[in-house]
């Protein structure tokens, strides 16, 4: 039995150092069913070692090895071969192995991988076997979870191990975190659908605040709120200059991002009702993170408070009083753009901040639409327009920006036809550029948001007739040139087809388009194309 296991360790460790670990070992004709050690043996190594792991790479692989020799043993032996046992001891060896596995998260060296991401294209180059080995050590996490409560569910009656498995169910399974992939999003899914009636109870759900509470992270609430949650008439006073530890800052910020995942884990799952109930402890740890925390901590808070808007009502946030502290919270995501911030994080940052605005900005339709409407145009000014003035060149911004100015135009409606003698140079100059096949996502998106600025404006787009029809033609040329082909190349065509129809029909009554069409077409042949789906 020694023998087998040493070549299944073998095998396991070697799925550890790879890129892309296998989600089961192959040592077909070593391995004998009948001599492998039993579940408890190799449970309680896994519970040792998660014990004594000190966060290095080394121990991850460790880790990663022996829970794949525990899959592996578990998958010839049957799911539930702890339970047929009956013994008392292998009851407590599967509650210390869940409760082991619920404690794994990433460590400082993860975040750091995930921070590392410049965004600019090249990330592929750059190694990061941490957040590797924790992605594929959270996959085999929610496997082995998953068939543990679904052979045991009885192990959710302790009222510890429900809030271990939820709170390790948010970490894992967090849409803000690189390692919630697909298929570990929709593990957590399923094992929160299955177990939603332990795990997902108002008093589950209010002991996982309560944890956040607790956190060192948390400690410092801003002074913008008061401890009910509502806004302070106080002025917060001015803290004086400490002296920061770097360590300990950074592990203060993957505590942050733990605590964000739970609160985010209980604001979707918990009743309208119950949030506004816990809004005193939601709120604060939102606050806490935008004020203290870094780019990317900053960027999942505001994915946050975009979720805690769509479940709260906009009377309720009204009395509150918070709608300008979420603001002035908010903004200064906005403001992290290249080339002082990596492109990666300005990506998320702008993204999250955006979107959060965005949000606000529907809450203040109970005042009036207009109001709602001056809080989405300020969205444009300070976030998008200015964006483009100090980090226009850089492509992959550009791409974040103009896609996100989509979202804002098709809420402005035919609102944004004050900004558009700002969103038609947006949206045409990355169609004007000699290389607009370079980066391929920046002229999809610059084709799909002037789509939306000529379905939403159309009463006036008439006065930027030719510039739209211009940047069309001039990347059109340049698509038709280009010896690089496709599923981006074709979408792009097909797109500025798109964008020609609409125009037209925004024309139709003047029927400018179908001289326009016959000055273009005379141009060339290959520019017939272009107009495949005008019908005029």
Known sequence: MHTYMETIQRAADDAARSVAPPESLDVSGVVDVGELADLP?????????????????????????????????????GADADADSGTKAATECTEELVASLCAIRPTVDVWEEVEGDDGDGFNEVKPTPNLTIFTATVSLCLTILDGQLTASPDLLSSASLRAAVAAALAVYGDPSAVWATSANAAAVERIRSANSVSLMTTETLTDLLLSVRRMSAFQRPPGTVTA??????RVPRVQKDVDVDIESERRRGVEMG??????????????PSAVQQNWHLIVPAILTALDDGDILTKAHACDVLTCLLGVVDTAFLSRTGLAAVFEEAVTPCLHFLPPLTPVGQARKSFTAGVNALVALGGTKGAGGDEEMYKALDKVLREGVFRAVTYAGENVRMMEVVVDLAAGVVRKLGMRSVRHLKNLVPLCTKPLLSPFVTAYLPLAVCATTTLQEVVRNCWPRVEDYNAVVLEAAVFCWVR????????????????????????????????????????????????????????SV
């Open 41 to 77: 043996a190799v449970a309680k190594e896994i519970i040792e070692l998660q014990k004594a792991a000190d966060g290095t790479l080394e121990a991850c692989r460790q880790l990663l090895a022996k829970l794949y020799v525990y899959e592996y043993v578990r998958s010839l032996q």
């Open 228 to 233: 009910m949650g509502r806004r302070a008439v």
């Open 258 to 271: 733990e605590g964000l995942a739970i609160v985010r884990f209980v604001v979707t799952g918990m009743e």
């Open 479 to 534: 698509v038709q040139q280009s010896e690089d082909e496709g599923e981006e190349m074709e979408r792009l065509r097909h797109e500025l087809r798109v964008l020609m129809a609409l125009l037209a029909g925004a024309n139709r009554e003047s029927g400018w388009m179908k001289q326009a069409r016959q000055k273009v077409e005379q141009r060339g042949q290959g520019l017939a194309g272009l107009f495949a789906d005008v």
